[in-house]
């Protein structure tokens, strides 16, 4: 039995994860999900598994090395996914000490908590062991409107301190196996979407205020553009990377759903108008008239695109899920899942959306 050490499977992309490998493996492995439990970790989204024989819950902060050290003593971990970050470029722009905080010094604990746990006497590495680096295109920076993709050899170019600290804690993992042969991959992904997303980020920040009928908040003239991955299809791609991956290599999880963010408020609003009843009071509050349009975010890059091309030859894989398909088992996902969201938009999120959208 594999045993996989998730650091921030509370989170969107963590707990999809999660719930993709029981649903593919079943008792076959098992999972140790280390969460601080952050605004954005909620041990809601792994209600129905947190009772399995095989899942483990540690509530600890990745950049406490004592905690961190004693999972890997008291248990033998096969494989690391690492998602444990900030991830909001809004947030980033006003607390970018966080963001260097957690995405740097938290993955240069990861990454010497399993270097001490894996390493042999003679500095090689006990076989089958493997760290994977989770990461994000916008270590890239910013692609001209209709022209080019992002490739594994693209030279990093970050422009937000959320970029940046990613791009620093992608090259300590480069670093790792350059100078130690640590057995590690990377994984560059586009823009994710689906079920547990928090709704600090575009498309559920769109369902949930349409559907409450109130302003729908889109930066600059809305035609920036991103390539939007489904969820479930990101995880499959992790899952791939961790067994067919070639060690030391990075592979870019694009989505080829490449969108401007007005469109996909376009496209969630008739969405939105398809799905509801007539019988439905909610429909009548979901028109584009909702559409408002705030003050660019700072530094906001253009364009997003990735060209997976490494990855589905390599490895096989490919997305899955067209964007039309995927909007709508989410907005589904959110329809069945309202107490959820009124959950997570309580409180502290109620004043930070304030601070970041009143218009």
Request: aromatic letters at 12%; proline letters at 4%.
């Amino acid at each position: 039995m594999k045993t996989y050490l998730v650091t921030g499977g509370a989170g969107f992309i963590g707990s999809n994860f999660i719930h993709y490998m029981f649903d593919k493996y079943g008792n076959d492995i098992r999972i140790i999900n280390v969460d601080v439990l952050t605004y954005a970790g909620n041990l809601e989204n792994l209600k129905d598994i947190e009772k399995r024989d095989n899942y483990t819950f540690v509530k600890a902060d990745i950049c406490d090395k004592e905690a961190i050290s004693r999972i890997f003593a008291e248990n033998d971990i096969d494989y690391v996914v690492h998602f444990a970050a900030e991830s909001h470029v809004d947030r980033s722009i006003k607390t970018p000490e966080v963001f260097v905080q957690t995405n740097v010094l938290g993955t240069a604990v990861m990454l010497n908590s399993a270097k001490a746990a894996w390493e042999k006497e003679d500095g090689t590495f006990k076989e089958g062991k493997k760290f994977l680096h989770v990461s994000t295109d916008e270590v890239y920076g910013s692609l001209p409107e209709g022209d080019g993709y992002f490739y594994e050899t693209t030279p990093y170019a970050p422009h937000s301190p959320y970029s940046a600290s990613k791009a620093s804690s992608d090259m300590l993992v480069k670093a790792y196996m350059d100078t130690y042969k640590f057995p590690a991959n990377i994984t560059n992904c586009s823009n994710n979407y689906g079920p547990y997303q928090f709704p600090e980020k575009l498309i559920p920040l769109i369902i949930n205020n349409a559907l409450q009928g109130k302003k729908l908040p889109v930066y600059g003239d809305g035609k920036n553009v991103r390539d939007w991955l489904y969820v479930a299809d990101h995880a499959k791609a992790i899952d791939m990377v961790i067994t067919r991956g070639r060690l030391f290599e990075t592979y870019n999880v694009g989505g080829h759903n490449e969108k401007q963010n007005i469109e996909i408020v376009n496209i969630i609003i008739e969405t939105l108008q398809e799905m509801l009843d007539d019988s439905d009071p909610r429909k009548a509050l979901v028109t584009k008239d909702l559409i408002t349009y705030v003050e660019d975010r700072k530094g906001h890059d253009r364009r997003y695109a990735i060209a997976p091309d490494k990855i589905r030859s390599e490895i096989g894989w490919e997305p899955e899920t067209m964007f039309k398909d995927g909007i709508k088992l989410t907005i589904k996902w959110y329809f069945e899942h309202e107490d959820w969201m009124k959950n997570v938009t309580s409180g502290d999120y109620q004043k930070y959306y304030n601070e970041m959208y009143t218009v």
